[in-house]
């Protein structure tokens, strides 16, 4: 991961005021799945540079929460594999079904 202080700062000045934006939608995507349910909802949004080493991650958790989820999380990765969502990715264009088909 490179050191911020060594990457543009303009682009860290965009990459901060995009996630803010983000930040603001996810958050009321997530207060409306608190009301519909009775159920208080943390999120996460995770970005990263395919050809690079930028990464950036947006959260309403406190920090000390959010490290053991994303460890735990890793874990469950490893030995579950993923589930691409329906329309694929860039590096799967044609997704990985649950059950192997």
């Known amino acids: 991961m490179p050191d911020p202080k060594t990457l543009d700062q303009a682009v860290l000045r ?11 939608i996810v958050d009321l ?5 608190s009301s519909a349910c009775g159920r ?13 080493e930028e990464t950036a991650y947006l959260s309403n958790a406190n920090r000390a929460d959010m490290v053991k989820f994303l460890r735990e999380s890793a874990d469950v990765l ?7 969502p329906p329309w694929g ?3 799967r264009p044609d997704p990985v079904r ?3 088909s």
């Open 29 to 33: 995507v997530a207060n409306h799945l």
């Open 40 to 52: 208080r909802w943390g999120w996460v949004v995770l970005l990263f540079d395919f050809d690079g």
């Open 89 to 91: 990715t860039k590096f």
């Open 78 to 84: 490893e030995n579950q594999g993923d589930v691409d």
């Open 14 to 24: 965009k990459m901060h005021e995009g996630l803010q934006e983000v930040g603001k």
């Open 98 to 100: 649950p059950g192997g």
